[in-house]
């Protein structure tokens, strides 16, 4: 038997799709491990500020601002002080992208990864409500 393109067992909706991840996800330890990723993260931020510093500074000029387009072998050539500046410049590029970093704090921009693991996070923590009282 052929499946029909539309065939919600073939090709389940986007949001039944969604659901089911949700579903299937581990949330046992969530809460610690989302508070601990980006408590480290923002550790990094605050580690990495000097170099950072060096590399908005000096070397985006030189490399760029897109971090992906950095060669292999331009990272070889760079000293351990640039690779440093580089990877201060990586941590503020994940901390975007998570959703996170204006610079003073981890609050989570609207719409943003951050904020949906963080919602997702809260209604799992909810008092699950029996309908067997």
Do not use: K
């Amino acid at each position: 038997m052929t499946r029909h393109r539309d065939d919600p067992v073939e090709n389940p909706h986007p949001h039944d799709r969604v659901a089911n991840a949700v579903r299937r996800a581990d949330w046992t330890n969530a809460d610690v491990e989302l508070r601990g990723l980006e408590q480290f993260l923002w550790r990094a931020i605050e580690a990495s500020a000097d170099a950072y510093d060096l590399w908005e500074g000096e070397l985006e000029a030189r490399f760029g601002d897109d971090p992906a387009a950095i060669s292999s072998d331009d990272l070889v050539a760079m000293d351990p002080e640039m690779r440093l500046a580089y990877v201060g410049y990586l941590i503020r590029c994940v901390a975007i992208l998570y959703g996170v970093h204006d610079g003073r704090s981890l609050e989570a921009r609207p719409g943003s990864l951050a904020e949906l693991l963080r919602e997702l996070n809260d209604i799992h923590q909810l008092p699950v409500i029996s309908d067997r009282s």
